[in-house]
T-cell receptor, first 113, second 113 residues
Framework: NAGVTQTPKFRILKIGQSMTLQCTQDMNHNYMYWYRQDPGMGLKLIYYSVGAGITDKGEVPNGYNVSRSTTEDFPLRLELAAPSQTSVYFC????????????FGSGTRLTVV | AQKVTQAQTEISVVEKEDVTLDCVYETRDTTYYLFWYKQPPSGELVFLIRRNSFDEQNEISGRYSWNFQKSTSSFNFTITASQVVDSAVYFCALWGGSEKLVFGKGTKLTVNP
């Protein structure tokens, strides 16, 4: 099993550009999550989804959008990138929700200059 | 408000030493869950353990053990006979309701040969 796959692994964006971070899981998990990890900080939840067609905001959703058209994919869209969005982004999935711990991808390191 | 504090930013030990990572949490909920995750140099978070607020029994898994004490709001993690492969950043997290996990800032553990 590949688990949770994130692409790209690294990206540099200019201020004002847009991009989509891709996340795919092959475990048939209903729950999927996007977190960001700032240097020296813990992870903060951006958006999550409890199933295809259902998404909800987390703790820090501003500047981001998500969609969940299939069980497998949960892309994160950054519109009008800002330096404050420089971070490492993690996608995760779980079978029974946050209480089951989850399986994480290896992260996307994004720098906005 | 819910909060997780990992006061130790970095710890360095020599292989075979025992090491304890501290985690102190704050919550007003009577039912809650605590987690530990490992983030090795490869980047992805690995779920280690979940504990609920009604179970204060210590947990042991191989060289890993966890001590949960409600009286001091702590959920400490001990690695016995540390190995170089234990080098990682370790996060403590608190279930904040719904799909939200509140993470501490992490403790970077370096085990030197």
């Amino acid at each position: 099993n590949a688990g949770v796959t994130q692409t790209p692994k690294f990206r540099i964006l200019k201020i004002g550009q847009s991009m989509t971070l891709q996340c795919t899981q092959d475990m048939n998990h209903n729950y999927m999550y996007w977190y960001r990890q700032d240097p020296g900080m813990g992870l903060k939840l951006i958006y999550y989804s409890v199933g295809a067609g259902i998404t909800d905001k987390g703790e820090v959703p501003n500047g981001y959008n998500v969609s969940r058209s299939t069980t497998e994919d949960f892309p994160l869209r950054l519109e009008l990138a800002a330096p404050s969005q420089t971070s490492v982004y993690f996608c995760a999935s779980s079978y029974e929700g946050a209480l089951s711990g989850g399986t994480f991808g290896s992260g996307t390191r994004l720098t906005v200059v | 408000a819910q909060k997780v504090t990992q006061a130790q930013t970095e710890i360095s030990v020599v292989e075979k030493e025992d090491v304890t990572l501290d985690c102190v949490y704050e919550t007003r909920d009577t039912t809650y869950y605590l987690f530990w995750y490992k983030q090795p140099p490869s980047g992805e978070l690995v779920f280690l353990i979940r504990r609920n607020s009604f179970d204060e029994q210590n947990e042991i898994s191989g060289r890993y053990s966890w001590n949960f004490q409600k009286s001091t709001s702590s959920f400490n993690f001990t690695i016995t006979a540390s190995q170089v492969v234990d080098s990682a950043v370790y996060f403590c997290a608190l279930w904040g309701g719904s799909e939200k996990l509140v993470f501490g800032k992490g403790t970077k553990l370096t085990v030197n040969p």
